[in-house]
């Protein structure tokens, strides 16, 4: 009589052939998988753009910050925005620091994790780094950047110029790890222009290894108020061209 044993297991051949059809699959599935990820994070970057340009007029039209007290509405920073930073104030109509506790925005406008901004005043989202810009006065015809100080707000010993800061800010996204995160980068101002680029050049964007400056999509570098250089070749990295977001 012939017994069968009924705790037979698979053999060699048939263990190498699911391997083999596992590693198949995780082959194709992988690539989109990931592809999947950074158009994800691509995406959300523009809607956290597009936000921050919601926001940026709405404190601007209410006029929460108006360091020179002349009644004109000033743009904010992320922290500022998020209400974990004072916002800056009006002394004998200079800008100055505002009160720990007293002068913070309430309600906030921008969710409470932008008020989180790193050693290099970035605050980060969904694989990418954000950094606003803010408007320094204007000297030899032109507008240099202030970026957010570490830890969120202003640095006191450079306040963004209150005129200025009524017209002009802008903020810059890139991956916090290019082609890991996203490849891509993005920049809007003021204006709400939303520009894109696709971040390809010998030396992208790419964590805090190479951040955009502030003048990296303007006309003029070193300056805010010269325009926005669309269509052509930055005059900052000579390599990227920024587009608008479609």
């Known amino acids: 009589m012939i017994r069968r044993n009924s705790k037979a297991g698979f053999t060699l051949i048939e263990l190498m052939i699911v391997v083999a059809i ?12 990931m592809s999947a990820r950074l158009s994800a994070n691509e995406a ?15 404190v601007q039209s209410s006029g929460a910050v108006d360091t020179d ?7 904010a920073y992320f922290a500022e925005l998020a209400g974990a930073f004072p916002m800056r104030v009006s ?16 309600p906030a406008i921008l969710a409470s994790a932008f008020g989180t901004v790193d050693a290099n005043g970035y605050i980060q989202r969904s694989g990418y780094y954000f950094r606003m810009f803010l408007p320094a006065a204007t000297a030899a015809g032109a507008v240099a950047g202030i970026g957010e100080n570490a830890g969120g707000g202003a640095n006191p010993a450079s306040f963004p110029d209150p005129n200025n800061g009524e017209i002009l800010w802008c903020c810059y996204a890139w991956p916090v790890d290019h082609n890991g995160t996203g490849n891509r980068s993005f920049f809007i101002n003021q204006e709400g222009d939303l520009l894109q680029c696709q971040n390809r050049s010998a030396t992208p964007f790419d964590g805090t290894t190479l ?23 930055s005059v900052v990295t000579l390599a990227n061209v920024w587009v608008p977001v479609q």
């Open 22 to 33: 596992i590693a198949i699959i995780a082959s194709i599935a992988i690539p989109k998988l």
């Open 44 to 58: 959300a970057a523009i809607s956290t753009l597009r936000s921050i340009s919601s926001a940026q007029a709405q």
């Open 69 to 75: 007290g002349d009644g004109g509405g000033e743009y």
């Open 91 to 106: 002394a004998a109509g200079a800008p100055a620091a505002g009160a720990a506790g007293t002068d913070l925005l309430n």
């Open 211 to 233: 951040a955009p400056t502030y003048d990296e999509c303007y006309l003029t570098a070193s300056d805010m108020s010269s325009g926005l250089n669309v269509g052509a070749a």
